[in-house]
T-cell receptor
């Protein structure tokens, strides 16, 4: 079963607008990561936030984490057509036997209209 | 540095056949994870290998197996293929996954093998 679920499932915005997507997860985590996937390709790591962090920035990306609500959000500011992709949150629930198991959410499909 | 390489890129098989997929991690990466991606189930964790040993396993039947070689290259095998095995199979590598730290925790993905079972 999926550890994380993203909301919304799909999002369509105009270029220049901000895009916000949310991720909820079920168990306690060590860290949460966001990845981007262009159609039919592999995933690319965007940003990692630890369980003791509340907010993190990287360029046009802003990630927040609320461990009490078991949720995270990814904000992309001033979106561009090139941001069109699917976005996934991924949680690391701990070091099972010394090695982590990363599980992915269901993804948000973002379309940025030029 | 070359990225994660998966071969083949596309594969068509029929029910009952078996298939082997290959993954070459980034040079120096010792951990290789495999994921199955389908429109209905999303990304599902299959297994992870580190130093030729399987360290974690997802909830897949025994028809799904894998191995890792001494050069960290990995293969996964699916026997007795079923229609539901049609999916994009993604491989991801990481330098050394049992040490906390962003350098070690993020995954580097290949482009995947698109498997179609007819």
């Amino acid at each position: 079963s999926q550890q994380g679920e993203e909301d919304p499932q799909a999002l369509s915005i105009q270029e220049g607008e901000n895009a916000t997507m949310n991720c909820s997860y079920k168990t306690s985590i060590n860290n949460l990561q966001w990845y981007r996937q262009n159609s039919g390709r592999g995933l690319v790591h965007l940003i990692l936030i630890r369980s003791n962090e509340r907010e993190k920035h990287s360029g046009r990306l802003r990630v927040t984490l609320d461990t009490s609500k078991k949720s995270s959000s990814l904000l992309i500011t001033a979106s561009r057509a090139a941001d069109t992709a699917s976005y996934f949150c991924a949680t690391d629930a701990g070091y099972s036997g010394g090695y982590q198991k990363v599980t992915f959410g269901t993804g948000t499909k973002l379309q940025v209209i030029p | 540095k070359a990225g994660v390489t998966q071969t083949p890129r596309y594969l068509i098989k029929t029910r009952g056949q078996q298939v082997t997929l290959s993954c070459s991690p980034i040079s120096g990466h010792r951990s290789v994870s495999w994921y199955q991606q389908t429109p209905g189930q999303g990304l599902q964790f299959l297994f992870e290998y580190f130093s030729e040993t399987q360290r974690n396993k997802g909830n897949f039947p025994g028809r799904f197996s894998g191995r890792q070689f001494s050069n960290s290259r990995s293969e996964m095998n699916v026997s007795t293929l079923e229609l539901g095995d049609s999916a994009l199979y993604l491989c991801a590598s990481s330098p050394k996954r049992n040490i906390p730290g962003e350098l070690y925790e993020k995954l580097f993905f290949g482009s995947g093998t698109q498997l179609s079972v007819l």
